[in-house]
């Protein structure tokens, strides 16, 4: 076996490598959430803009509950491989902007004293959707939610997403420190003025005077970020290795596309993302409605159609001459949901999403993007549904992918075989759909379901019809007739 990554010295030429001196270059940013996708996404663009422009701006990432990164990448100095795959090639590329790694379980004091730290100017995120906490009909808090339950009940010692940043914002005012800039990069929607609502719910019900501070002191840019990153695979390392020369533990895989459209509001100052590509613009929202409903929508719904058809990957499910149309068919209908954006070609973005959804080398699971999706589904699925609705568009795309949905959501492949859906709602979906034994039942005991589907859908006779036909041919004759059906009548 190889020697550890753990410095630059030695290796290959073609390997990409900081075009910095790391030890001249102090931390400006902490991240939550130290997954595949901020190593494959954030971190990216901070090395370049160190490469670009330097500054003190490496990074000190947590992860909030695994122990798993910090204990792969501090061994390592915090230098991982990013692997980047698309149909030209296979590129290896050392990162070299992580400083440091905690798992917050292990070791809360580093945690707290980097966020209070007046060094640090940024605070990122990348904890998925579910992460959050948040109520989406109020914009507040969900008491439900096991970090936010347990983080009102103990402030001082926080858990979660949003008990962590409102005590160390309040630490950081008693301190007579400027706040951070709050950054948000998950998929969802005005993803900053999410987060902002979000804390100063939860700011009102711990420390009431930090809610108006919150509001008018801490800038929270909303962003849209992209690159699709699979969850590593056994054989990642191993290509890592052969790549590199080293073994690395850290390793990951990604395509090469990546993309980052930010709201230019960092009043205490940011890096130079704009080096490794990033977009700074006024308002992300049109950015983000296209990047959520024609690439992950579609995505979503490949996923459940995929899964129960058998297909492990995307790559598979894009061999698939049945649902190649559909898939298309999907990403022009959640298009023509979108308001005209000047400069931006829809049709190449949409023609593009499909080849790099068929990269070749990619082991992209439908399962893996089939997780969570009571928490995706709402910004991916219904509301393009919703708009097309009361723009008169046809909603048989978005009626299809729902349809899927649930037929997964009975946890049950076609030959009987049962699965987790690895939803936070899965007890509750399932719980609905217990007993149900035909479409129309299944809907409308989801659609009774708190928070879930817009009452605006659930009130609809035509969208309730429209879901409940399909749902009736994937429940009676399976998947590929439905999927059959849908071609024909598309
Ligand atoms: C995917 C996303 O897992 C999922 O739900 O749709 O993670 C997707 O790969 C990224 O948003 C791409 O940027």
């Given at each position: 076996?190889s020697p550890r ?7 290959p030429?073609?390997v990409?490598?900081?075009g ?6 102090g ?33 000190i990432g947590?992860?909030?509950?695994s122990t798993?990164p910090?204990?792969?990448l501090m ?5 991982y ?6 149909v030209?090639g ?12 905690f ?9 707290e ?9 940024i605070v990122?995120l ?10 989406r009909?109020?914009g507040?808090?969900?008491?439900r939610h096991?970090?936010?339950a347990?983080?009102l ?10 008990g962590?940043l409102?005590r ?7 301190d007579?420190?400027?706040p951070?800039?709050v950054?948000?990069?998950?998929n969802l ?7 902002c609502?979000?804390?100063m ?5 711990v420390?009431?005077?930090l809610?108006e ?7 929270f840019p909303?962003?849209m ?5 699979p969850?590593r695979?056994p054989?990642t ?6 790549l ?22 960092f009043?205490a ?11 700074f613009?006024e ?5 983000e ?7 992950n929508g ?6 459940y ?5 058998g ?5 598979d499910?894009?061999n ?5 149309p559909l ?13 005209p954006?000047?400069g931006?070609d829809?049709?190449s ?18 399962y ?10 709402p ?7 919703c708009d097309?609705r009361?723009k008169g568009l046809?909603l ?8 899927a949905w ?26 609905a759909?217990?007993?149900?034994d ?8 989801l ?16 969208w ?9 041919t ?5 998947m590929?007739?439905?999927?059959k059906?849908?071609l024909?009548?598309?």
């Amino acid at each position: 076996m190889s020697p550890r990554l753990t410095d630059l010295r030695g290796l290959p030429e073609d390997v990409q490598v900081p075009g910095y001196d790391r030890t001249t270059h102090g931390t400006g940013i902490v991240h939550l959430g130290l997954g595949a996708f901020h190593k494959a996404h954030q971190a990216v663009y901070t090395d370049d803009a160190l490469g670009a422009e330097g500054g003190d701006w490496r990074i000190i990432g947590v992860s909030l509950r695994s122990t798993g990164p910090s204990e792969e990448l501090m061994p390592q100095g915090g230098l991982y491989t990013v692997i980047e795959r698309s149909v030209d090639g296979t590129h290896a590329r050392v990162v070299g902007a992580l400083d440091s790694a905690f798992a917050l379980r292990q070791e809360p004091d580093a945690v707290e004293a980097a966020l209070r730290d007046p060094a640090t100017k940024i605070v990122s995120l990348t904890v998925t959707e579910k992460g959050y906490g948040i109520d989406r009909a109020t914009g507040g808090v969900d008491r439900r939610h096991p970090a936010i339950a347990a983080d009102l009940a103990d402030p001082q010692n926080p858990q979660g997403v949003a008990g962590l940043l409102v005590r160390a914002l309040g630490q950081r005012r008693t301190d007579g420190t400027l706040p951070f800039t709050v950054l948000c990069c998950d998929n969802l929607p005005e993803n900053g003025r999410m987060l902002c609502g979000l804390l100063m719910d939860f700011a009102r019900q711990v420390a009431p005077e930090l809610s108006e501070h919150i509001a008018q002191e801490v800038a929270f840019p909303c962003t849209m970020v992209d690159r699709i990153t699979p969850a590593r695979g056994p054989a990642t390392l191993d290509l890592a290795e052969r790549l590199i020369g080293r073994r690395d533990e850290a390793a990951i895989e990604a395509e090469a596309f990546r993309q980052w459209i930010i709201e230019d509001d960092f009043p205490a100052g940011r890096p130079a993302w704009d080096a490794g590509g990033a977009i700074f613009v006024e308002d992300v929202r049109p950015y983000e409605e296209m990047k959520l409903r024609m690439l992950n929508g579609a995505h979503s719904m490949l996923a459940y159609t995929g899964f129960l058809l058998g297909h492990t990957f995307v790559r598979d499910v894009m061999n698939d001459p049945d649902l190649v149309p559909l898939i298309k068919r999907h990403i022009a209908a959640a298009a023509g949901t979108l308001p005209p954006m000047p400069g931006v070609d829809l049709d190449s973005y949409a023609r593009d999403l499909s080849a790099r959804f068929a990269n070749p080398h990619l082991e992209h699971a439908t399962y893996q993007i089939a997780m969570d999706g009571s928490e995706k589904l709402p910004q991916r699925v219904w509301a393009p549904a919703c708009d097309a609705r009361q723009k008169g568009l046809p909603l048989d795309a978005f009626a299809f992918a729902t349809a899927a949905w649930i037929r997964y959501a009975f946890g049950r492949t076609e030959a009987g075989e049962a699965y987790d859906l690895r939803d936070p709602r899965e007890a509750a979906l399932r719980s609905a759909l217990d007993g149900t034994d035909t479409a129309e039942s299944a809907l409308a005991r989801l659609a009774d379901l708190e928070h879930l589907m817009p009452e605006e859908l659930g009130a609809d006779a035509q969208w309730l019809r429209a879901v409940a036909v399909r749902l009736e041919t994937m429940m009676s004759r399976g998947m590929r007739s439905a999927v059959k059906r849908e071609l024909q009548a598309s």
